[in-house]
Each structure stands twice: as structure tokens, then as C-alpha cells.
């Protein structure tokens, strides 16, 4: 950047907010961020003009697309509930497939478009949720003011929003109440998004059909929670292609 005295990358330590701040002095122009996601950062309030800050977005739109895709099959077949006995007579046989399935993107980023190139051999129609014009794939784009319209339709519900104070308990009582009864969600964005209290009673009273998680919100869930311990069907450590591991739950409302 012309001018610049000093750049600043930050990609280990504690990664907080108090620690970027005392990692800034007037002599830093720009403050590369290793995350898509920097909603910790905008919440603390030091994300400014000056210096320029700027986020990895769409850097791990691969691996996250593909742990989206890993979820999705694993609610369509039920490889969940499976994990849990050897006993086949006793595990619900699912007779889903993923081809065919209408999938609902909410949030149409990087990490959309590689879902929709993933899920073209499957035959899905993709209905994106965004703001930005028609999403290409797409069969249909709807306004983010507009997304319940589309939640009736879904087989899956796929959370890709970033966290905004507009976004954050976006799927709801209400909205989980749109869907079909056997519909899966999957949060590969960020746990707030979703009301977790509202999903365990979804879960626990059949509305749909199971979540897939890759983040949740308490984040980690606690020993004990219910989405452990009364809804849970598995749960898994998995990799999403950032630095750390994260956990996974994978949830349905078969009875253990």
C-alpha cells in the first residue's frame, strides 16, 4: 500500500480483540485478519478506517463448501444415527437421497458458489438467499428481507450469513416452524444465527427432520446440554480448513 510504514498480519496468539489492540500504533496502515469471519472484532468496536482492516473471506470457501456438502449427506442417509449401533434392524433406515433435494443457501457468498458447483452432479435446485442480484446456479435468488419465502420449500437449509446484529438469530421458533417436517439445517457460519434453544425444541418435538452443526452457540456446548444428551445423534470432531479444530453435532429427531 503506498505510504505504508508498517503491516501488520496477525494470525496466532490468543487472537482476541485486547490483543489486536495492543498489537496497533499509529505507525499500522493495515491489518490483515486471518478469518472470513470478524464479527468478535466489529462487536469490540476496533475495527476502523484508519488503519485499513481486512478479513480472509472466502479463503477456506472450499473446505467450508465441502464440510457443508459431508453434513448434508450425512443427514440424507442417515450415517448418524448409524454411527451410534451396529444394530441395522434397530436404526431407522433413511430413504433420502441428496439428489433431487431443493436446497435453500442463506447467505450466497464464496461459500456458496462452491456448494452449487459441488451439488450440480446431484441435481439439486438451489435457492440462494442474497442481496446482491441473481446468484448464479441459482434457480431462484430472493432478497435477504425476504428469506422465509423460501424456507417452506427446503430439503436443506444451508446457514452461510455472516453474523450481523440483522442475521443473528435469523432461524428461529418461527422459522424452523416453516419447514418441512423432515427438512435437516446445517450451520457451517456461525452459531448465533440460530436460536439453540429454539432448534432443541424443534428437535425434540419432530418439526423437522435433524441439524447438522459445525458451530453452535454456546460455542463449545457444554457437558450436559441437550443437544448432547436428549436430541444428539452424534457427535464428532471434524476439520473445516482453519487452523483449529472444531466441533461438530450432528443432531436428529429419532429417539436414541
Same mark, same amino acid.
Not at 469471519?37 to 482492516?53: C, E, L, Q, R, Y
Not at 449427506?73 to 451410534?84: I, K, N, P, Q, S
Given at each position: ?69 459431508? /453434513? ?6 442417515? /450415517? ?177
Amino acid at each position: 500500500m503506498r505510504g505504508a510504514k508498517y503491516i501488520l498480519t496477525v494470525y496466532r496468539g490468543d487472537d482476541t480483540p485486547e490483543e489486536v489492540t495492543a498489537m496497533v500504533h499509529p505507525g499500522i496502515r493495515w491489518v490483515q485478519l486471518p478469518h472470513a469471519g470478524v464479527d468478535a472484532f466489529a462487536d469490540a468496536g476496533i475495527i476502523t478506517a484508519d488503519p485499513v482492516w481486512t478479513s480472509a473471506a472466502g479463503a477456506f470457501a472450499p473446505q467450508v463448501a465441502e464440510h457443508a456438502l459431508a /453434513l448434508m449427506l450425512t443427514g440424507a442417509r442417515g /450415517l448418524a444415527e448409524r454411527a451410534r449401533t451396529w444394530d441395522q434392524a434397530g436404526a431407522r433406515t433413511s430413504g433420502r437421497t441428496l439428489a433431487g433435494s431443493t436446497v435453500v443457501l442463506l447467505g450466497a457468498g464464496g461459500i456458496g458458489r462452491e456448494l452449487v458447483r459441488l451439488l450440480e452432479p446431484f441435481g439439486c435446485t438451489v435457492l440462494a438467499v442474497s442481496d446482491s442480484g441473481p446468484f448464479a446456479g441459482a434457480a431462484r435468488t430472493v432478497a435477504r428481507a425476504d428469506y422465509r419465502v423460501v424456507l417452506p420449500e427446503a430439503d436443506f437449509v444451508v446457514v452461510l450469513a455472516p453474523s450481523t446484529p440483522a442475521t443473528r438469530g435469523m432461524v428461529g421458533e418461527r422459522e424452523l416452524a416453516m419447514m418441512k417436517d423432515d427438512a435437516w439445517l446445517v450451520n457451517v457460519a456461525r452459531g448465533p444465527l440460530v436460536d439453540t434453544d429454539a432448534l432443541v425444541a424443534a428437535l425434540r418435538d419432530g418439526v423437522i427432520g435433524g441439524a447438522a452443526l459445525d458451530v453452535t452457540d454456546p460455542e463449545p456446548l457444554p457437558d450436559g446440554y441437550p443437544l448432547h444428551c436428549s436430541v444428539s445423534a452424534a457427535a464428532m470432531l471434524a476439520e473445516c480448513g482453519a487452523p483449529a479444530r472444531t466441533s461438530v453435532a450432528i443432531t436428529s429427531n429419532s429417539s436414541p
